[in-house]
């Protein structure tokens, strides 16, 4: 053990008179030994280009009904089959990941931004406002998600889908109420960064020279608290795919002419047993989706753990 | 130990008393008057609408509204099923059973799966072993239980044609039978959400009894010469247990959800299906009660983990 630690000692000192260029660089050198990571980035990026540029190539109307060739596997015409009305499946999968993608990242960027502010404000102030914080956020933590999402969506889609129109009515609201209820781990992450990192020296350094409280949060605080919360942010999109599909799913997410792959699935589940491909391409498409950001999330946590920066 | 039981319990008032809070409000927030129908019923003149709406006091403040609906929910009057004419609350009592037993069933599955194997993961980490356990947890974890439910439809019951893929609760056979048509129709819900809890138990596992594994006191149990069974499950597996247990408990809210999906795939009769059905036929006292009533699981859970841990560590319990 005492010259495995002497060795990791001298290999320390080794790489820091290297003076690795930043620490972005020496994580993103970490990041590409994770194979697993990579293969996952390459999934992931292929299905953005896919859902971003396929309707583009791919010009087959997602609502065309063609009763001749309903129920069909997958063929030249139609690569991955169609449904019971004969509508092609490529053509709606590759929109429905549009809404499907949209709405995981959506999500994501409100849950992070609630939580990174409730969890800044309560490490930053501190004493009675972050008891509150704390307590609400716990408070959260042991609200049932699903049961309250069904609740809650079931409460207001009428409305929002009267005033914003199908569409947009249903994305806004499913996305709001996502990121609404999956804020509470990042606000507990970034109050846990400020808390030790408002000790460090840099920021008493900072402290010492005046800095104002504005300057210190947005300068010090907040840049130095933002590799915990990246990968809280991938985990999120997957977390939040997971959960709008599941909502369209239970048939109370997206409405039928807009086909997220959660919606497909609800469709496919009654003809599994004479077309089981209009269920497995949907499931897959989500199932690579998810595991894939895992993968990258896994490896981005190995990447940016400032403790790890020796190892492997 | 009791002390500490009571502590516990009495925290849980205040949690309850925000969550219905937050549920009473997201209620009362909402567009839509129970009302309604009969607003558009022609039978049906303004005055009489007013008067119900007065007599069952939906126009007092919402303060009141709550402190009314609180007090009823105490007393055990929740309110009757707009759409089967039956009290909520026998109608949750004939569902709540099957949930509990598939979810229970599930957890313990999900134990025996992942202690042993995360623990053996982290016995040899980077071993082949160890290697395949990873990718399973992580395929486990990333599969939708929505969509491991249908693919094991298409496997078991279709392909296969093993399993039934619909459960019932009325099986008419007797005695050993009747155990035995159970069993099979609960195979592969409890499954499906046993080995979705199982992969991500594993990980918290392995990471768990890696922290411990290298810590001195291990070393002092192998050097006075226990056994390396005693060691492993009195010593190192014990101590672990206690970073697993409060992830877990962590997770138990996603666990209800995965309980709704797969009620609703495998047609179980619980309260999950309750809850959708309920909310497809516009029920709102029990999409009300039975949100309440998972709320209430959740907290009974975080508790019995509380507890579990207070067990695990008495040093915690002690404070």
């Known amino acids: 053990m005492a010259t495995r630690g002497a060795s990791e000692a001298v290999f320390a000192v080794s790489a820091a008179a290297d003076a690795t260029p930043s620490l972005w660089l020496e994580a993103g050198r970490r990041f590409r030994r994770h194979h697993l990571a990579m293969v996952g980035s390459v999934i992931l990026i292929s299905m953005v280009v896919a859902v971003l540029t396929g309707p583009l190539v791919w010009r087959q109307p997602i609502n065309e009904i063609d009763f001749k060739a309903k129920l069909k596997g997958p063929s030249w015409s139609h690569p991955l089959g169609t449904d019971d009305l004969g509508q092609d499946l490529l053509a709606r999968m590759l929109y429905g990941g549009r809404i499907s993608l949209a709405v995981g990242i959506a999500a994501m960027l409100i849950a992070i931004s609630i939580g990174t502010t409730i969890g800044a404000t309560s490490g930053f102030v501190g004493g009675k406002l972050d008891n509150t914080l704390m307590r609400i956020t716990d408070m959260f933590l042991s609200l049932p998600g699903l049961p309250l999402?069904?609740?809650?969506?079931?409460?207001?889609?009428?409305?929002?889908?009267?005033?914003?129109?199908?569409?947009a009515g249903i994305f806004i609201l499913i996305v709001a109420v996502i990121g609404g209820l999956r804020w509470m781990p990042v606000a507990r992450l970034v109050r846990a960064q400020f808390l030790s990192l408002r000790e460090k020296e840099f920021v008493e350094a900072a402290r010492s020279l005046g800095a104002p409280a504005f300057r210190q949060m947005f300068r010090h605080l907040l840049p130095n608290s933002m590799g915990p919360v990246l990968v809280a942010a991938t985990i999120d999109v997957a977390a939040a795919i997971i959960a709008e599909s599941t909502l369209s799913f239970l048939g109370l997410g997206f409405p039928p002419d807009i086909p997220t792959w959660g919606r497909i699935l609800f469709d496919a589940k009654?003809?599994?047993?004479?077309?089981?491909h209009w269920a497995i391409f949907p499931g897959t498409a989500i199932f690579l989706t998810v595991l894939s950001i895992n993968y990258i999330g896994d490896a981005l946590r190995d990447a940016l753990d400032p403790r790890k920066v020796l190892g492997r | 130990m009791s002390k500490y039981f009571l502590r516990q319990t009495l925290i849980l008032i205040p949690v309850l008393a925000g969550i219905s809070a937050v549920l009473f409000t997201i209620l009362a927030l909402a567009p839509?008057?129970?009302?309604?129908?009969?607003?558009?019923?022609?039978?049906?003149?303004?005055?009489?609408r007013m008067n119900l709406r007065a007599k069952f006091g939906l126009d007092d403040p919402i303060p009141i509204r709550y402190a009314r609906w609180v007090v009823a929910m105490v007393r055990g009057d929740w309110g009757f099923s707009f759409v089967s004419r039956v009290n909520v609350d026998t109608l949750i009592m004939q569902?709540?059973?099957?949930?509990?037993?598939v979810l229970g069933s599930a957890l313990v599955l999900a134990i025996v799966v992942a202690v042993p194997i995360g623990t053996l993961s982290a016995l040899r980490p980077y071993s082949l072993f160890d290697q395949a356990a990873t990718t399973f947890a992580f395929i486990g974890f990333s599969l939708p239980t929505f969509f491991t439910g249908l693919l094991f439809i298409l496997l078991f019951s279709i392909h296969l044609d093993w399993l039934p893929f619909i459960y019932r609760a009325d099986i008419s056979a007797t005695g050993w039978r009747w155990y035995w048509e159970h069993l099979r129709q609960s195979i592969m819900p409890v499954a499906v959400l046993g080995l979705f809890q199982a992969a991500s138990m594993t990980r918290f596992m392995r990471a768990a009894v890696l922290d411990?594994?290298?810590l001195d006191y291990v070393n002092t149990a192998r050097a006075k010469g226990l056994s390396e069974g005693v060691t492993l499950v009195k010593h190192v597996v014990r101590n672990a247990l206690i970073p697993v247990v409060t992830l877990v408990a962590l997770q138990i809210p996603g666990i209800f959800g995965g309980a709704i999906v797969t009620e609703q795939i495998f047609r179980v009769p619980g309260i999950g299906s309750l809850l959708i059905a309920s909310i497809l036929a516009n029920d709102t006292p029990v999409v009300m009660a039975v949100t309440f009533v998972f709320s209430c699981l959740v907290l009974l859970s975080n508790l019995a983990a509380d507890l579990l841990y207070g067990w695990l560590d008495p040093r915690i319990s002690y404070r």
């Open chain 1, 149 to 167: 999402l069904l609740l809650i969506v079931y409460l207001f889609r009428d409305t929002l889908r009267k005033t914003l129109g199908p569409e």
């Open chain 2, 32 to 48: 839509g008057d129970p009302f309604e129908e009969l607003a558009t019923n022609p039978n049906v003149p303004a005055e009489v």
């Open chain 1, 270 to 276: 009654d003809n599994l047993d004479f077309a089981p």
């Open chain 2, 95 to 101: 569902r709540l059973p099957v949930t509990m037993v």
């Open chain 2, 212 to 214: 411990v594994i290298r």
